[in-house]
């Protein structure tokens, strides 16, 4: 059975539920990623108001985790500014492609619905597009979207909490996460194109040269490494696309 029903007739509250039924993975997912950032804010030394409004404001997992690094090792706020603005620039392009796909929504809502895209929601959505041609598609969009927007913060919130109590041996060993979620997301990618592991070597050679030859700051080697690696992939994936 479709979780998005055919009939022209489905009610807003079907599809809330609809929209909810299928964001639940979504969910599950972030709760514990979510928890652990939380946890390591908490030990860089933010404030739980300020570790819970990074995740209300900012609402981007992989670029919290950097920030979060950067701020635990001194880097100043242009340069975390700069690489979480670079690592999210990809939001621009899902974002395009979502309002493109949705077009025959009202503006007033489509807005709105692309502040809350993230990778796993917009893969979501991209799956379920016939929602908007229904007469109340746009509450399967919303419930989809802010149910896992509100589970990202309240995981957030509750790993400040917990990283107030727990041992402080306890949540240190738990920065560990943060590498362990980037080989998460490059391990798999690189399996299926060697090209992408290509350009993690040479941004991290970008990295190493800047900090350890220039002797350029932490941010700064890591917004460089960031832009010139990219731009690396732009070159190398170019055959692949022709």
């Not at 100043?76 to 603005?85: D, L, P, Q, W």
């Not at 929504?105 to 929602?131: G, I, N, Y």
């Amino acid at each position: 059975m479709e979780l998005v029903e055919k009939k022209q007739g489905a009610t807003s509250t079907m599809m809330l539920k609809q929209g909810l039924t299928v964001g639940i993975p979504i969910i599950l997912g972030y709760l514990p990623i979510a928890i652990t950032y939380g946890v390591l804010a908490k030990q860089a030394g933010l404030s739980l108001l300020e570790l819970t409004m990074m995740s209300v404001l900012v609402y981007a997992g992989a670029s919290q985790f950097m920030g979060v690094n950067m701020i635990a090792v001194g880097v100043g706020a242009m340069e975390i500014i700069i690489a979480t603005f670079i690592l999210n620039s990809r939001h621009f392009v899902m974002s395009l492609s979502f309002m493109h796909a949705i077009r025959d929504m009202k503006t007033a809502w489509r807005f709105p619905l692309t502040l809350t895209l993230t990778d796993e929601s917009f893969a979501v959505s991209s799956m379920h597009t016939d929602a908007v041609s229904k007469k109340h598609g746009k509450w399967f969009y919303i419930s989809l979207f802010f149910t896992a927007y509100l589970s990202w913060i309240f995981g957030s919130f509750l790993g400040g909490v917990l990283g107030e109590i727990i041992p402080d041996k306890l949540s240190q060993s738990m920065g560990i996460a943060l590498y362990a979620m980037f080989i998460g997301l490059l391990v798999p990618t690189v399996k299926k194109e060697l090209k992408l592991a290509c350009i993690a070597i040479i941004a991290m050679l970008i990295h190493t040269l800047c900090s350890e030859v220039f002797h350029l700051s932490t941010g700064w080697a890591i917004v460089i490494a960031t832009i010139l690696g990219g731009f690396s992939g732009v070159f190398l994936m170019k055959e692949q696309e022709s």
